[in-house]
């Protein structure tokens, strides 16, 4: 089962350009709060200015990188997303921009950035928190979109959400915040649940400050919060199973690329102990997951999109404000529901996005 807030209501625009205000609870009856995520685009007048003047130039082959932390199977989706929406900006891979893309697969791709860097790409964009930080590492001078990556602020990238100057600029996935939603639904989905242990990578920064908050969540839902550390996808089975051992306990998997691409591992050892577990991505309950909250990936990378035609036609990252998700989805997998005795209760069925088996 998978879940998240849709928050189309609250996204307006002024002309092209977004604004996120304040979100005082989630949407469908969600108790979670956002703090104020206000993201107007500086530099409003550059809407005004004719597209002809900001034309790519004739002949010229623009190189875009890509630096991923999911493997080649897992960014497949996301790229269509990505290159179809670059269509839409004019920009046709093969005729006026070449795309180089890098694949981690879960692990920090050292090599693989400055490979990429070493090719003098015009942007880069990266997948995930861990990809984001090796980039940095390696440039100060090439723009990069960053996607997928939660509270940049408090993760140190950047200072400003508005305005965030430097060469970086992107699209969040989660405020830190949501992990308190996450122990609600465990919470509302078996009522009798204890003890949560959360998978996280002890690799991944925003793994870490995940763990911290949510388990300073755990008391206002009677929870004992604990977190497995894992840096490899071999631990994750062990993990599972030793958290089994207690009685009405639960997993969350935090976001985190090495976990999603273990996914069909973490949802089989969840099944084979009859642990409950939630899930930051609609790709767990594809994979047989119990439940997910999360945004969509592929709209994500269609928004990176527009920034990166944007930086092509001149303007400055630092100048573009990063952008939060416009929805988050709700997924219940009801077969998985089945298979560990727990019947969702029709509240929450009819709270979500999709229920299928």
Known sequence: MSYG?????????????????RLDANSRGGSMRRRDFITLLGGVGAAATPLAALAQQPG??????????????????LLEAMRAQLRVHGWIIGENIKLEVRYASGAYGVDQVRSLIAMNPEVIVTQGTGMLTVVRKETKTVPV?????????????????????????????????????WLELLKELQPSLKHVVQLSNLDNPN????????????????????????????????????????????????????????????AEA????????????????????LISYGPNFSEIFRQAAGYVDRILK????????????????????????KALGITP?????????????
């Open 60 to 77: 010229k082959t623009r190189l875009i990188g890509l630096a991923a932390g999911f493997n080649e199977q897992e960014m497949k989706p």
């Open 145 to 181: 979109v960053f996607t997928m990556v939660p509270d940049p602020v408090k993760l140190g990238i950047v200072d400003n959400l508005r305005r965030p100057g430097g060469n970086v600029t992107g699209f969040t996935n989660f405020e830190f915040s949501i992990g308190s939603k």
């Open 207 to 266: 793994n870490v400050q995940f763990s911290k908050y949510i388990e300073s969540q755990g008391d206002k839902f009677g929870l004992d919060v604990t977190t497995a550390q894992l840096r490899t996808a071999e631990e994750i089975a062990p993990a599972i199973a030793a958290a089994g051992q207690q009685p009405n306990g639960a997993i969350l998997v935090l976001p985190d690329s090495l976990l999603v691409i273990s996914r069909a591992r973490i």
């Open 345 to 357: 209760s029709p509240m929450l069925l009819t709270r979500a996005d999709e229920v299928f088996e």
């Open 314 to 337: 001149g303007e400055k990252p630092g100048e573009l404000p990063i952008q939060a998700p416009t929805k988050f989805e709700l997924i219940i997998n009801v077969k998985a529901a």
């Open 270 to 289: 969840a099944s084979r102990h009859l642990m409950p577990a939630m899930y930051p991505f609609r790709a767990f309950t594809d994979e047989g997951g």
């Open 5 to 21: 807030p849709n928050l189309g209501d609250v996204y307006r625009q002024i002309g092209n350009y977004p604004i996120y205000t």
